[in-house]
């Protein structure tokens, strides 16, 4: 009886620490072999984790406007992103992806004068563990910082920015939502890419068509 709780407690112990030590991105600085990542939450809302490349080559942290429409500009870029992303993933890691369900936020800042991107300036992993005290058990706090820096990388090279583009798309930061469905289904996502295209291409969004329903949300 004795042996069996020693083993019992021993399993429970190495269970445990097996659950702490699967969160790969704590709060604070975490580190791989090719990047530094700041992380840290998110003031609004409280349940999501912001990880910022340490050197970014703009650290300036601009307020993300929270707008009404999501236009198929956005459509064209997420789906450019979910490719990028599912480039990068394993089959084992998409099997994973897809039973979390979970999305991941990708802040971008756009460089007007070359039409590109100039990098994404953070991402956003929501950590509702957190906030019930419990071992994170999702996807993407769990990744490989370096991985996650080569995604981040190609993202910035590979991305194609659409033709025509709001102003507040130069002056104020893209918040885009990557989900898991679109990753792990990347034929429905070029599908859903090529329809934005046309969408765009059908009309542009002026200045007055960009609708704001609250305040920038702070970084």
Not at 29 to 52: C, F, M, T
Not at 63 to 92: G, W, Y
Not at 106 to 131: E, M, P, S, W
């Amino acid at each position: 009886m004795i042996m069996k709780r020693i083993i019992l407690s021993i399993g429970l112990l190495l269970l445990t620490s097996l659950l702490y030590s699967q969160e790969v991105f704590r709060l604070g600085v975490v580190e791989g072999d090719s990047v530094a990542y700041q992380v840290r939450v998110w003031k609004i809302p409280d349940n999501q984790w912001l990880i910022r490349n340490m050197d970014n080559p703009d650290t300036t942290l601009k307020p993300i406007p929270q707008r009404a429409i999501h236009t198929a500009q956005e459509t064209d870029m997420d789906m450019q992103i979910a490719e990028i992303i599912h480039d990068n993933l394993s089959e084992e890691d998409l099997s994973e992806l897809k039973n979390s369900g979970e999305s991941l936020g990708v802040i971008l800042r756009a460089n007007k004068k070359r039409h590109n991107l100039l990098q994404v300036t953070c991402f956003c992993v929501g950590n509702y563990d957190f906030l019930q005290g419990r071992p994170y058990r999702g996807f993407w706090l769990n990744f490989n910082p370096d991985s996650l820096y080569k995604i981040e990388r190609e993202i910035v090279e590979r991305v194609v920015l659409p033709e025509k583009m709001n102003e507040s798309y130069w002056t104020d930061d893209i918040e885009i939502w990557v989900a898991s469905d679109d990753v792990c289904n990347i034929e429905e996502a070029r599908a859903k890419r090529r329809k934005a295209i046309e969408g765009w291409k059908k009309r542009s969004f002026a200045d007055e068509e960009m609708f704001f329903f609250g305040p920038p949300m702070e970084l």
